[in-house]
């Protein structure tokens, strides 16, 4: 177990190496000169020397690309342009905001995926089923942005039950919390909902037809506990196969999301990132939410061997 | 294997018998009619209303749905339903050349990686980052540093979704090329060249197309995020995320500036997932993978 987490830790700085190498690369994507891009076109001579110096492009690339990295292992990401606060300390300070959306989100999506899941898989091919399967199929169809409009549209100016944005902290007000981040969470939670729903149906359809269902049918336990108690074990397998899946399109819908409610968290931050130009904050973010995603999909791995004794017993693979 | 070659049934005959069990899948008839209409009135749409989508008239503002104006004007008097069907062949367009990017690197990447092993490792490495990024976060940071345009948009959702589509041909190429056939092609004296076009690749195809048809449906629903946050096609060219993202504000007051563009992303995306869904069940039932 031990071993196999570590040697999962290992395979991922390649990647996390690759991946860093990437986000510092993108400022070489912006077409002609990055300083006059970021200055606009008021910006004085002056200006543009010091946004160069600033960033280090005044620097050989190799010297740039050490002194990125000799940073980063310190946990210094630069320091954003619009706010002039370090980019790492931006971050984790609205992270609080964006995690506890992307837990409520990620509940709301596993109830309802599976329960959804469950239900058409027991009434294979019957109406309830068929339903289902539509809600999916929809689900995972519809632009989240465009849901959250329509909420807002709905449930705030039509009936005034929900503020149509704005962010109350759980540790202030649980209630304002719930009442400020219900309308987010459901729409980041509502597409992957469909994705869950369709991989829930079509894993229970199988272990439904399995032999050791069928016998512990026979033996005349409840229907109830043949579902609860021996198809749900193995049910779970695959839902935590698409978790890192789903928190990566929950994490990556958040800036968005977190834009239309305006939500203070890393989305938001992110958005406004992207329309000011603020380059050190887009890279440092890209990479902050890359980097958390491959850690919790190692850890949704080992939670994985866990769980499965096959894996488990057999040593890890 | 002259014996099968004299009962396999003609080209034709099994091309023809592919087609029938396509249209007798509900999901592929359905998908294909839903996503049919989309294309037909996006080509054939704007010829039809005859109408300007950039023509201003101030006088007929914020005008509802009506006869007149069938989905209604936007806040400069704009006919909404020829903005919609101009924004259909943008939103479409950018959608297929990115699927004709990935068709075409895909295919090439994931067949080098899957036919020469020592290109492989490099190749998958880059992939697995590119994959690691979340998708639609890398299109936005790709198309924040290349200024926003239509070219950007479809240079950016290529990137995210090639490696994807690379992966999925290379885990058939690694199939097929271990099959007799290919082993007796390549005794034979046949070039690697040959072996990749001729024998291996007309037996990928399958799970590629499919493969396309949700990358399809993906750009769409991307380009839709990128364009909200200004990062796609110019407003003077409205694909349907700027048509949402120009309707927000006015949301209280006209709703169905931002309720006509969503629907038609979901009549698209909608027959497209229905399309990938028939055509999965038809071509390719072993690849019930759900992609990312």
């Given amino acids: 177990m031990l071993g196999y987490t570590v040697s999962r830790l290992l395979q991922a700085i390649p990647i996390l190496f690759l991946v ?72 984790i300070q609205r992270s609080p905001v964006t995690i506890g959306i992307a837990i409520y989100s990620l509940v709301l999506t596993i109830v309802l995926g599976l329960s959804t899941g469950i239900i058409a898989a027991l009434n294979h091919n019957r109406w309830l089923d068929q339903a289902a399967t539509i809600f999916a199929l929809i689900g995972v169809s519809l632009p989240n942005f465009w849901l959250a409009l329509v909420m807002i549209v709905l449930f705030s100016v039509n009936l005034g039950w929900l503020p149509t944005g704005g962010y109350v902290p759980f540790s202030q007000d649980p209630i304002g919390w719930l009442r400020t981040a219900t309308m987010p969470a459901v729409s980041l939670a509502l597409l ?28 005349g336990i409840s229907e109830w506990k043949v579902v609860g108690k021996h198809a749900l074990a193995n049910v779970m397998m695959p839902v935590v196969t698409v978790l890192g899946l789903i928190l990566s ?60 004794p096959r894996i488990r017993v057999g040593g890890g693979k | 294997m002259t014996d099968l070659a004299l009962t396999a049934p003609p080209r034709f005959a099994r091309t023809r018998a592919t087609l029938r069990r396509m249209l007798a899948n509900r999901s592929f008839a359905l998908g294909s009619l839903l996503f049919g209409f989309i294309c037909i009135a996006a080509l054939v749409g704007p010829l039809l209303v005859g109408i300007d989508p950039n023509a201003l008239s101030i006088r007929d503002r914020f005008q509802p749905p009506s006869w007149q104006f069938l989905l209604g004007t936007d806040n400069l008097g704009r006919d909404m339903l020829s903005r919609v069907l101009y924004g259909a062949r943008l939103s479409l367009g950018i959608g297929f050349a990115v699927i004709v990017l ?49 070219i950007t948009a479809i240079v950016a959702l290529a990137v995210v979704y090639i490696p994807r589509t690379a992966r999925v041909v290379r885990a058939s190429i690694l199939v097929v ?106 071509l390719d039932p072993r690849m019930k993978v759900e992609q990312g």
């Fill in chain 1, 20 to 91: 860093s190498l990437m986000a510092f690369g993108i400022i070489y994507l912006i077409p002609g000169d990055a300083a006059t891009v970021i200055g606009g076109p008021s910006a004085s001579a002056q200006d543009l020397a010091q946004i160069r110096a600033n960033l280090g492009l005044d620097q050989p690339l190799h010297v740039q690309i050490l002194t990125f990295y000799t940073n980063l292992l310190q946990g210094d990401l630069g320091r954003s342009l619009l706010l002039g606060v370090p980019v790492t300390e931006a971050i």
């Fill in chain 1, 192 to 219: 992957q909902a469909g994705l869950l729903t369709r991989i829930t149906r079509s894993t229970m359809l199988e272990v439904l037809s399995q032999d050791y269902i069928r016998t512990a049918r026979s033996k």
């Fill in chain 1, 249 to 308: 399109v929950l994490l990556s819908g958040s800036i968005v999301i977190e834009t239309i409610f305006g939500v203070p968290g890393i989305g938001a931050l992110l958005g406004n990132a992207i329309s000011s130009r603020d380059y050190p904050m887009i890279q440092g973010g890209l990479l902050f939410v890359t980097a958390a995603l491959l850690l919790l999909n190692i850890l949704v791995d080992v939670l994985y061997t866990w769980l499965d």
């Fill in chain 2, 102 to 150: 990935n068709a075409v690197f895909g295919v090439l990447l994931g067949a080098l990686a899957g036919y020469y092993r020592r290109l492989d490792n490099i190749l998958m490495r880059v992939a697995d980052a590119l994959m690691a990024f979340p998708a639609v976060l890398l299109a936005i940071g790709i198309a924040a540093a290349l200024g926003p345009s239509a």
């Fill in chain 2, 177 to 282: 090329r271990e099959l007799d056939y290919v082993q007796a092609a390549r005794a034979s004296g046949a070039t690697d060249a040959r072996i990749i076009t001729r024998h291996i690749l007309p037996n990928c195809l399958a799970p590629l197309i499919v493969q396309l048809s949700f990358v399809f449906a993906y750009a769409i629903l991307s380009e839709a995020v990128l364009s909200f946050l200004g990062l796609g096609s110019p407003p003077t060219v409205p694909s349907w995320g700027v048509l949402i993202s120009e309707g927000r504000a006015y949301m209280r007051e006209a709703a169905w500036l931002t309720m006509v563009p969503g629907v038609a992303i979901a009549i698209t995306v909608l027959g497209l997932n229905l399309l990938g869904d028939g055509l999965r069940d038809v």
